[in-house]
């Protein structure tokens, strides 16, 4: 089995300020670690992906996350946040093996403000 | 890129009627496709287990003559909410997987409202 937790519901920010939403994550076997984004009434976009290699990856419009195995971590960061960032953010699993069901966090929601 | 249709985007109808919503992968096959819910202000649960030719599998808990899933063909998955009442009221979401390892695409969602 296995679980991932966003420890934060809400995270407010102003503008161009740094965030770090972090994820957590439980498996008792190797797992592939995402980042999604979700705007309202919308479906989900992948936003970064680890599946193997650099601990580092990165997004397209500036977030970056880094797999962190000891802490079991996979938090997602941007210096500098837009007002276009505002969205629901999921973290989610999937193991290696067998199926590619994911397994979701709760969502952390980030409230960036002007 | 890959894309996954959802379709409808938006449902309102009366209780105790039965809602078909079709989730198509539009430039790939998909030979499995996932069915998600999620309530307001909630992480996605995943329903069941879409398998072209074959039954869905269901997670715990979700009662499969409510939630009826077809798999007809390697590009369509559906899924019929039948008798639907207003506890059946969410966001439902279909996802399939693109090939690239563990990556799934996602369909934009459909908001049921039961009234």
């Known amino acids: 089995a296995q679980s991932v937790t966003q420890l934060d519901s809400q995270v407010p920010v102003f503008e161009e300020a740094p965030v770090e939403l972090r994820c957590n994550y439980s498996s008792s076997v190797s797992v592939y670690l995402f980042w999604y984004v979700q705007y309202p009434n919308q479906g989900l976009q992948l936003l970064l992906k680890?599946?193997?290699?650099?601990?580092l990856v990165e997004s397209i419009n500036g977030f970056e996350a880094e797999f962190n195995k000891s802490q079991t971590s996979f938090h997602l960061r941007k210096p500098s946040v837009h007002i276009s960032d505002t969205a629901e953010y999921f973290c989610a699993v999937t193991q290696d093996t067998g199926r590619r069901a994911l397994t979701f966090g709760s969502g952390t929601r980030l409230q960036v403000q002007p | 890129g890959a894309v996954v249709s959802q379709h409808p985007s938006w449902v309102i109808c009366k209780s105790g009627t039965s809602v078909k919503i079709e989730c198509r992968s539009l430039d790939f096959q998909a030979t499995t496709m996932f069915w998600y819910r999620q309530f307001p202000k909630q992480s996605l649960m995943l329903m069941a287990t879409?398998?072209?030719?074959?039954?869905?599998?269901?997670e715990q808990g979700v009662e499969k003559d409510k939630f009826l899933i077809n798999h007809a063909s390697l590009t369509l998955s559906t899924l019929t909410v039948t008798s639907a009442h207003p506890e059946d009221s969410s966001f439902y979401i279909c996802?399939?997987?693109?090939?690239?390892?563990?990556?799934?695409?996602f369909g934009d969602g459909t908001r049921l409202s039961i009234l």
């Open positions: 879409s398998n072209e030719g074959s039954k869905a599998t269901y």
């Open positions: 996802s399939a997987p693109t090939g690239a390892l563990g990556a799934q695409h």
């Open positions: 680890y599946l193997s290699g650099s601990t």
